[in-house]
């Protein structure tokens, strides 16, 4: 009885509001995505564009990758009127969500077919929008509650960032398909219902932010210790310094020449599924495969494996560690593509296809429960927002660099050499783990300032 009492124990901190807001902000983080990426692919080639200009386009998502440049503004700088009603990181939050709900909406009205570069604008201004919540979540998750509640709450991040990342590739399609009465014509209409919808569902995250509390932490204090490392310099430049300056530093001073090869793994993890991920709908598309038909095995199995994978990597991180993990979710990642260049060489072939995206998003959810504990261990609670952005831009910015080529790489290679390739993308990863792996052995770096938020 003590045992099931101590496992429930456990179990009750899923049911901790805080846990539950950082499910919603999840879910508000991982919607916008897949609309400039994987939706906005199948969008576009249902409308006739090419290939290698669909690849091209995928560079929008690149703004994730250059996040860190704008995200010392939020981690320092106040909103007018809205930072004195909700405090500085749920009004970056609600300014970030209702520009994302307008740019959506006017998405909605729009056509590629008509007027490509329109779309592709108002796609800038919502991967601007959306790297700008992302900032601002991450924030206020590190800063929401004391260490030991941190898994829940990255746990908890994460199956609401998937789930939303399913319901707006597979819900937008579902929903195009739904107002689609002849699924072998075009039409503008039934992907303008699926968007205008997606603006809709953006609001979970306005009431998320709308209903919980600003972090209680001694802001004030830290920001005042920052500024005067620099006092010797002028007032304005010492602010900048500050802002700027000072949480690079202090990551490069706390990790030295390991601060490289740390930068190297996290630049290069992902690029396996990245680059696979651009032509994933295009695919779908060139083997005769409907909207309906991938909506629906996304829909159920995409969902439970989703979930399947997420808790199944928790669950390995605590038991084995995250190095460990972190190796495994990048062996399964690469490992998975090889399922894709076979369906390449069957062609339509439903259950097939469920295995493959079965199997690729179970080895996601435990590759990315790895990957976001290991990029909270690194960063120091008085930069939360500048350096976790840090660390999460440099998980895009190269693997999208790259997948702006992968239209190209078809073309060139094939469906079956494409998918071969990006499988063999993901090998480098699993070197640099080890090489991490054995320098942390050797020595370990100086950890980060701690601090015991009070979560409410």
């Excluded at 609600?94 to 006017?106: E, F, H, I, R």
């Excluded at 898994?151 to 319901?167: C, E, H, N, P, S």
Aim: net charge positive.
């Amino acid at each position: 009885m003590t045992i099931l009492r101590q496992r429930f124990a456990a179990l009750s901190v899923y049911a901790h509001k805080r846990v539950l807001t950082l499910f919603a902000l999840g879910f508000s983080s991982g919607l916008p995505l897949a609309l400039v990426f994987g939706t906005l692919s199948f969008w576009l080639r249902e409308a006739g564009i090419e290939r290698a200009t669909i690849g091209f386009l995928s560079w929008v998502a690149m703004t994730y990758s250059i996040k860190f440049l704008w995200a010392p503004l939020v981690d320092r700088l106040p909103i007018p009127l809205l930072t004195r009603w909700l405090g500085r990181r749920r009004a970056w939050l609600l300014l970030s969500q209702t520009t994302l709900v307008l740019a959506l909406a006017m998405m909605a009205s729009s056509d590629p077919q008509q007027d490509l570069q329109q779309l592709v604008l108002l796609a800038i201004v919502v991967a601007f929008a959306s790297a700008t919540q992302d900032i601002a979540v991450d924030a206020f998750r590190i800063e929401a509650a004391p260490e030991k509640m941190q898994a829940a709450l990255a746990a908890a991040y994460q199956m609401g960032y998937r789930l939303a990342m399913i319901f707006s590739g597979a819900g937008a399609l579902a929903i195009a398909a739904w107002a689609d009465p002849d699924p072998s014509v075009y039409r503008v209409e039934a992907w303008q219902a699926a968007y205008l919808a997606m603006a809709a569902t953006m609001g979970i995250g306005v009431l998320a932010t709308l209903l919980c509390r600003e972090p209680d932490i001694e802001r004030a204090a830290n920001q005042q210790q920052l500024v005067q490392q620099y006092a010797h310099l002028p007032a304005p430049l010492a602010w900048l310094a500050a802002v700027f300056v000072a949480p690079f530093a202090d990551f490069f001073q706390r990790y030295g020449k390991q601060a490289l090869l740390i930068l190297a793994l996290i630049a290069t993890y992902r690029i396996s599924d990245i680059v696979m991920g651009v032509m994933a709908n295009v695919f779908y598309v060139d083997m005769g495969f409907s909207k309906g038909e991938v909506a629906a095995i996304s829909k159920i199995y995409g969902v439970l494996m989703t979930l399947a994978g997420a808790a199944v990597g928790g669950v390995l991180v605590y038991r084995y560690g995250t190095i460990k993990v972190l190796f495994l979710g990048g062996l399964l990642v690469a490992s998975t593509n090889l399922l894709f260049a076979w369906q390449a060489l069957v062609g339509h072939n439903v259950p097939l296809l469920t295995l493959a995206i079965s199997a690729d998003n179970f080895s996601a959810g435990i590759a990315t429960s790895a990957f976001i504990a290991y990029l909270s261990s690194l960063t120091n609670i008085a930069y939360s927002a500048t350096q976790y952005a840090l660390l999460s831009s440099m998980m895009l910015l190269f693997p999208k660099f790259i997948a702006g080529f992968s239209g190209v790489m078809v073309d060139a290679l094939g469906y079956v050499g494409f998918f071969v390739a990006v499988s063999i993308m993901g090998l480098p990863v699993l070197v640099l783990i080890a090489m991490v792996h054995r320098q942390q052995q050797q020595q370990a770096p100086a950890q980060p300032q701690c601090r015991e938020a009070k979560p409410s």
